[in-house]
């Protein structure tokens, strides 16, 4: 698959491991020529740079923790610096559950949801903004956000990153509404469970979610492509599962 967006800047958040970084490649591998990538972990964030410019990419990295705001400025400025992206992949997105364990809903505690949802929510739309306004200009861009089938199943103990997940629905189907005419794409991809190092203790404790619904992230990263390629506008705000 040709990528259209091969000569210009696209960037991925979260890129530095899992799902991220496995899109990353992907698009190196389908001839993406300029990738910016983000993480919090900077010398994760060089090795991954390594890795990718072995395959013969220019990546330039930003350490960006997206439930900060100064972080996510700073990520601004250097989008400013390198230069727009063409194509960007809305990946980052916690879940305090790996972190915390789960929690029902009277049990939540506010700092934490305050926490979540800048990042998952307030710092994705900030990002989101600034890039369309570049995209406009340019009349072109894709976007894909990174959703999750999980807040469909309503799965218990994780509210707070079902509602985020639930929230990019109406998202996407924003910016296709608002930017559409404008030649801009977006499309949400939800995976289901990913067979990788974020769900590996819940997997333990649940063998048959692997057994039955696992997902490898090279198979999310290669829809994360195919959504990026998309270019016709019949087909603006596709609503993938994988
Ligand atoms: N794994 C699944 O089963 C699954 C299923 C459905 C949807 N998803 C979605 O897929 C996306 C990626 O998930 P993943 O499975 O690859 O695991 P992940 O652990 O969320 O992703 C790892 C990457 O995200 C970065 N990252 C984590 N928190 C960050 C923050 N606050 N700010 C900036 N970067 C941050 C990490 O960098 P550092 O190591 O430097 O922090 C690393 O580069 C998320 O949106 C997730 O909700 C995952």
């Known amino acids: 698959?040709?990528?259209?967006?091969?000569?210009?800047?696209?960037?991925?958040?979260?890129?530095?491991?899992?799902?991220?970084?496995?899109?990353?490649?992907?698009?190196?591998?389908?001839?993406?020529?300029?990738?910016?990538?983000?993480?919090?972990?900077?010398?994760?964030l060089v090795t991954a740079q390594a890795q990718l410019q072995q395959q013969g990419a220019r990546v330039d990295v930003c350490v960006?923790?997206?439930?900060?705001r100064d972080d996510v400025e700073r990520l601004l400025?250097?989008?400013?610096?390198?230069?727009?992206?063409?194509a960007f992949i809305a990946n980052v997105g916690v879940n305090?559950?790996?972190?915390?364990?789960p929690k029902k809903l009277h049990s939540i505690d506010v700092d934490l949801l305050d926490q979540v949802i800048a990042t998952n929510i307030t710092h994705t739309v900030l990002l989101l903004s600034r890039i369309l306004k570049a995209m406009r200009v340019q009349r072109s861009g894709s976007i894909v956000l990174m959703g999750s089938q999980a807040w469909q199943h309503g799965i218990t103990g994780q509210a707070l990153y079902n509602?985020?997940?639930?929230?990019l629905t109406g998202l996407?189907?924003?910016?296709?509404?608002?930017?559409?005419?404008?030649?801009?794409?977006?499309?949400l991809l939800s995976p289901g469970?990913?067979?990788?190092?974020?769900?590996?203790?819940?997997?333990?404790?649940?063998?048959a979610l692997e057994q039955q619904q696992g997902v490898t992230e090279a198979?999310?990263?290669?829809?994360?492509?195919?959504?990026?390629?998309?270019?016709?506008?019949?087909?603006?705000?596709?609503?993938?599962a994988v």
């Open 77 to 86: 400025a250097f989008l400013d610096a390198n230069g727009w992206p063409a």
């Open 163 to 167: 509602l985020c997940k639930s929230s």
């Open 193 to 207: 469970v990913v067979l990788n190092e974020r769900t590996r203790r819940l997997r333990q404790h649940h063998p």
């Open 96 to 101: 305090p559950v790996h972190e915390h364990g």
């Open 219 to 240: 198979e999310v990263a290669s829809a994360a492509l195919q959504l990026l390629c998309i270019q016709d506008a019949a087909r603006n705000g596709q609503d993938i």
């Open 1 to 44: 698959m040709s990528f259209p967006f091969a000569a210009q800047p696209v960037l991925i958040t979260g890129a530095s491991s899992g799902i991220g970084f496995a899109c990353a490649q992907t698009l190196v591998q389908a001839g993406a020529r300029h990738l910016l990538i983000t993480g919090r972990d900077a010398d994760k």
């Open 64 to 68: 960006c923790d997206q439930s900060l």
């Open 172 to 187: 996407k189907n924003s910016v296709v509404s608002e930017y559409g005419g404008s030649g801009i794409f977006c499309h």
